[in-house]
């Protein structure tokens, strides 16, 4: 079965840094390769958000509150999705989930909790 696994979450200070990872097993290389794919958060009682996206040539779109701070990249030999997290703010403290986009099908990542407070 496809899945889409989460790791890097966790407390961090303001003005530190997180990575987040996002790694698919057992998914087909065509479809990890050419399909965008984004970084979404949701906190209690909102919405989720788009955070960003990085598309299948790394061209990546951010979020206006994450612009200059916050990093989408892709390796796609280890099929892995990577949010580089620098400058963390308070009100960045959200659960982070990872997702790809494909024609059929939309694969998302278990979430992990990202907390900034001091």
């Known amino acids: 079965q496809v899945q889409f696994v989460e790791s890097g979450g966790g407390l961090v200070q303001p003005g530190g840094s997180l990575r987040l990872s996002c790694k698919a097993t057992r998914m087909i290389t065509s479809v990890f390769n050419f399909n965008t794919m984004g970084w979404y958060r949701q906190v209690p009682g909102k919405e989720r958000e788009l955070v960003g996206t990085i598309g299948r040539g790394s061209s990546s779109n951010y979020t206006d509150s994450v612009k200059g701070r916050f990093t989408i990249s892709r390796d796609n030999s280890r099929k892995t999705l990577y949010l580089q997290m620098n400058s963390l703010k308070p009100e960045d403290t959200a659960v982070y989930y990872c997702?790809?986009?494909?024609?059929?099908?939309?694969?998302w990542g278990q979430g992990t909790q990202v907390t900034i407070s001091s």
């Open positions: 997702q790809i986009q494909t024609p059929y099908v939309t694969y």
